[in-house]
């Protein structure tokens, strides 16, 4: 007779989905109050979503290990594809259009779980040393950083690239580099801001100048409308004016943030801040569990910055704190690109911690 391993219920992290489920059931219920086409879409990406999920949960990751570096070339490569046969859309050129099917492909979305496993896979084969990690390993390791963000940012999309960015060098950060190493890229970044700048597209430059300029862009203003007008406790839908009125823009996705507040209110926000709070700091804490098991806590790590610079970047925008990009808020924001990949990377998570007692993945027992 089959069983379920019961040791796998045992290393099961129950607390992701305790905090994770609520926040995508309020998301749907917001999309659907907007636009109920959108929310049965939304239920289409949730279903691929937990399918996602559960594959990756059960996928023998430690037996195909060794095929992490092939996997993050062939990431690469569609993403250099891009540059040839890429579809531009508003602009930009970021998906693939896949023939006969109507189907497109955005490789950056691919991309993210290869760039953490890929991160761990190094680490692993070669940990920091006593006193962190020397320049010779840090440029190797910033190779496999750089690269894909000089990739996605010629696309132009230079918000993956920099939550890409800024993620792998936080990973690398939390399990150890020299700090001489990041006193002379300091002082090497300070000098180069200028011409950094002088190197972005005319439009990025735009977002830069509205977020420092006196008056917000007409997003952001609108956004701080909505927050402001929802107070302490929210107004029912049909006062929810500026979403409903469709002052608002984006509303179920990049500034839906705005509209939860208006419909909820100050409390209803700080609840929302609290979840995600929760999860990230649960994620940061698993490191202390997991020791040396240097692969898995490249992973746990990597995602809690994931989350928290998507997380505080989408929110910092809606109120004027940061330039607006397109960042959606984690689980939250209608689309199916962001909410499959953060699946992915929870199934791949599941995994390393439920089956870390077993190298060989037996799931099922007879």
């Known amino acids: 007779m089959l069983q379920i391993d019961r040791r796998i219920i045992t ?23 907007v636009n109920n086409t959108l929310a049965d879409k939304q239920l289409v990406y949730f279903t691929i979503g937990f399918i996602a999920f559960l594959f990756f949960f ?21 993403l250099i594809s891009v540059d040839f046969f890429g ?12 023939p006969f099917i109507n189907f497109s492909l955005q490789p950056s979305e691919i991309f993210k779980p290869m760039f953490i496993l890929m991160l761990a896979y190094l680490i ?40 890409l960015l800024l993620v792998g060098y936080g990973v690398l950060f939390v399990m150890g580099v020299n700090k001489k190493i990041w006193i002379t890229l300091f002082i090497l970044l300070s000098v180069s801001v200028p011409f950094l700048y002088n190197s972005l597209h005319t439009y990025q430059k735009k977002r830069i100048t509205d977020f420092i300029s006196e ?37 179920t996705s990049d500034f839906i943030f705005a509209y939860f507040v208006e419909r909820f209110g ?38 809690s910055f994931l989350l928290f610079v998507y997380t505080g970047v989408n929110i910092a925008m809606t109120i004027g704190l940061a330039p607006v990009v397109g960042v959606p808020l984690p689980f939250f924001s209608y689309g199916g690109s962001s909410f499959i990949t953060f699946m992915i990377f929870f199934g791949i998570l599941e995994n390393t911690l439920a089956f870390r007692y077993d190298p060989t993945y037996k799931f099922i027992k007879y």
């Not at 099961?12 to 917001?30: G, K, N, Q, R, T």
């Not at 320049?135 to 000089?150: A, G, N, T, V």
């Not at 609840?271 to 995600?276: E, G, P, R, T």
């Open 266 to 303: 100050f409390w209803g926000a700080f609840s929302l801040i609290f979840f995600y709070g929760l999860l990230i700091t649960h994620l940061i804490t698993l490191n202390f569990q997991l020791k040396k098991d240097y692969f898995a806590q490249v992973i746990t790590t990597g995602i």
């Open 11 to 33: 290393h099961f992290d129950f607390l992701l989905p305790i905090l994770v489920l609520p926040v995508i059931a309020m998301s749907y219920f917001l999309i659907a109050e």
């Open 124 to 163: 692993k084969q070669n940990p920091p040393g006593e006193k962190g990690y020397g320049w010779k390993q840090f440029i190797k390791l910033s190779f496999y950083i750089l690269l894909p963000f000089l990739l996605i940012a010629k696309e132009p999309d230079l918000g993956t690239a920099m939550v």
């Open 87 to 98: 579809a531009s859309r508003l602009g930009a050129k970021r998906w693939l259009d896949i």
């Open 58 to 78: 059960s996928f023998p990751l430690k037996k195909f290990e060794w095929l992490i570096p092939f996997f993050y070339w062939v990431t690469i490569l569609l």
């Open 215 to 251: 008056k917000p862009s007409y997003h952001v203003k609108q956004s701080i409308i909505a927050i402001g007008s929802g107070g302490l406790y929210g107004k029912t839908k049909e006062n929810a004016t500026q979403t409903h009125y469709k002052f608002l823009p984006i509303s």
